[in-house]
């Protein structure tokens, strides 16, 4: 199954394809936009639907969380690169940061230094996680911290 964002495309393994379908049973929305960022599972669906798919008190959510056994997030899917800042802070929510700055295909994130290593992760993981999100729904090239 490929997953089309503008002029990328992104394949999507096993693991992830029975999430979304399982999403899709249990939200009656469907989406082919599911990552993985800090052992959360993330499915992005358009921005209507964002309510919906959470459920009356969080009744999907929590359904979904059970079936899964991991934290589950949803978001809107980006509308462009003015949404960046909203849909990053969704993604890493808890951890705060100040803002993010876009030069080119660079992203800058500006953070506290307890936020920026919370940010980062250990061996980088977490950039890691964040730069290849940027990179699928912005196509942006390189994250750093500031």
């Known amino acids: 199954m490929k997953l089309f964002i503008g002029k990328m495309t992104k394949t999507l393994d096993m693991r992830f394809i029975r999430y979304a379908n399982l999403f899709g049973r249990v939200t009656r929305i ?32 929590k359904q979904l969380n059970d079936l899964i056994r991991k934290k589950i997030k949803i978001v809107a899917i980006p509308q462009g690169r003015e949404d960046i800042e909203n849909f990053v802070s969704v993604i890493t929510r808890p951890v705060k940061f100040k803002g993010i700055e876009i030069k080119d295909d660079d992203a800058i994130i500006t953070a506290t230094t307890q936020s920026k290593a919370s940010l980062i992760g250990r ?18 090239k390189k994250l750093r911290f500031k």
Not at 38 to 58: L, Q, S, Y
Not at 133 to 140: E, K, S, T, V
Request: aromatic content about 12%.
């Open 30 to 61: 469907r989406t082919n936009h599911c990552f993985e960022y800090n052992n959360t599972i993330v499915f992005a669906v358009p921005r209507k639907f964002v309510m919906r798919a959470i459920g009356k008190d969080n009744s999907n959510l």
């Open 123 to 140: 061996g980088k993981v977490r950039m890691e996680e964040m730069q290849k999100i940027l990179q699928q729904y912005f196509a942006i």
